[in-house]
């Protein structure tokens, strides 16, 4: 089993906007493909203004088939254009995490004791 981490950091002002137009327009399409996410989630102390949505797959090839299969889809490409328009994204970061521990695929997503499910090591040990 693998996690796709995907963060991305959007202009100061914008989320709600990015928010509603992948709620209205993004969604359905994205979820009837990939299937549901582990979660979606909006940062609130640390780096601001960042969506960080997580994905499960059972492999690399899976995530590779089901993207391409969104990447295909006429309603996701629509949504896309309307996002870029937006112009609300600055960075995007993705990850692959795959289980450090045996674990099953009920608890995959470990939480830290800061709440974070998509811990990065910057080096910073403030």
């Known amino acids: 089993m693998i996690v ?3 963060t991305y950091t959007l202009r100061v002002g ?11 327009y993004g969604r ?13 989630y909006a940062s609130e102390i640390g780096a601001l203004n960042q ?9 690399l ?11 295909r889809e006429p309603a996701w490409q629509s949504y896309l254009q309307r996002a870029m328009s937006m112009n609300a994204i600055t960075r995007q970061e993705n990850q692959i995490l795959h ?5 099953d695929a009920a608890s995959a997503v470990a939480v830290d004791d800061h ?5 990065r090591d910057d080096g910073d040990e403030s």
Do not use: K, M
Request: hydrophobic share 35%; charged share 30%.
């Open 4 to 6: 796709d981490c995907r």
């Open 14 to 24: 914008t989320q709600n906007a990015f928010v509603e137009l992948y709620e209205r």
């Open 28 to 40: 359905a399409v994205q979820q009837r493909v990939l299937g549901e996410p582990v979660g979606w």
């Open 51 to 59: 969506i960080v949505h997580l994905w499960s797959y059972r492999s």
């Open 61 to 71: 090839d899976e995530r590779a088939r089901r993207r391409a299969a969104l990447g």
């Open 99 to 103: 289980p450090a521990l045996r674990q």
């Open 115 to 119: 709440g974070s499910d998509c811990v």
